[in-house]
């Protein structure tokens, strides 16, 4: 069974900035996956926040672009979430997933809070 483990997350003053990182040591072909960040914030549907694709093209949604830098680390199996000029409104539960896994298996891992607060 394929396990994210995400962590870095915390509490962050407005305009603050936060990194954090997804571990997916068990994930076979790993360089082959795209890879994406989502988040739920309080009653709020799970989004897709940004995506790296393998040959390192990115997307991010409206609210954070500009702000949010996703990355990888092929040799490491590990995806990053740079997050700066963070907003309450980026105050969520973030987590790190394969998009095209989730259209097999609709697992998550934990996650890690991230609230934005002054």
């Known amino acids: 069974q394929v396990q994210f483990v995400e962590s870095g997350g915390g509490l962050v003053q407005p305009g603050g900035s936060l990194t954090l990182s997804c571990a997916a040591a068990?994930?076979?072909?790993?360089?082959?996956?795209?890879l994406g960040w989502y988040r739920q914030g309080p009653e709020k549907q799970r989004e897709l926040v940004a995506s790296?694709?393998?040959?390192?093209?990115?997307n991010y949604t409206n609210s954070v672009k500009g702000r949010f830098t996703i990355s990888r680390d092929n040799a490491k199996k590990m995806v990053y979430l740079q997050m700066n000029v963070l907003e309450p409104e980026d105050t969520a539960v973030y987590y790190c997933?394969?998009?095209?896994?989730?259209?097999?298996?609709?697992?998550w891992g934990q996650g890690t809070q991230v609230t934005v607060s002054s």
């Open positions: 997933n394969a998009p095209n896994l989730l259209r097999v298996n609709n697992y």
């Open positions: 068990a994930l076979k072909f790993f360089d082959f996956y795209t």
């Open positions: 790296i694709d393998k040959a390192g093209r990115t």
